[in-house]
Nanobody, 127 residues
Framework: QVQLVESGGGLVQAGGSLRLSCAAS????????IGWFRQAPGKEREFVAT????????VYADSVKGRFAISRDNVQNTVYLQMNRLKPEDTAVYYC????????????????????WGQGTQVTVSS
């Protein structure tokens, strides 16, 4: 079992930055793949970024590539999503998700691959 808690959301002006955190408890964290997803009002949940258990593999959605950076601290059991040059279209509830993987280099972009989900944190970007 893995418990995930997001934090760091808030209101920011376009062009600004936020850093989201996903704190995990439970199983050996270095074997837990973490993904960030977001859901805007009236839209489906979409993939944002993912990082493998070791941190060696990362994947980004095209919409955030070059602006967002995902990283992890396996001592602190935390994954971070640094969001720069935010745009109004980044406004959404952001969720972190986790799944156990024997391979510490695996990363997943499909929400269906994840077993554990946090409660979400709201990010609002004003124009």
């Amino acid at each position: 079992q893995v418990q995930l808690v997001e934090s760091g959301g808030g209101l920011v002006q376009a062009g600004g930055s936020l850093r989201l955190s996903c704190a995990a408890s439970g199983r050996t964290f270095s074997n837990v793949v973490i993904g960030w997803f977001r859901q805007a009002p009236g839209k489906e949940r979409e993939f944002v970024a993912t990082i493998s258990g070791s941190g060696s593999s990362t994947v980004y959605a095209d919409s955030v590539k070059g602006r967002f950076a995902i990283s992890r601290d396996n001592v602190q059991n935390t994954v971070y999503l640094q969001m720069n040059r935010l745009k109004p279209e980044d406004t959404a509830v952001y969720y972190c998700a986790g799944v156990w993987s024997d391979l510490q280099t695996m990363a997943f972009t499909n929400s269906g691959s994840y077993r554990y989900w946090g409660q979400g944190t709201q990010v609002t970007v004003s124009s």
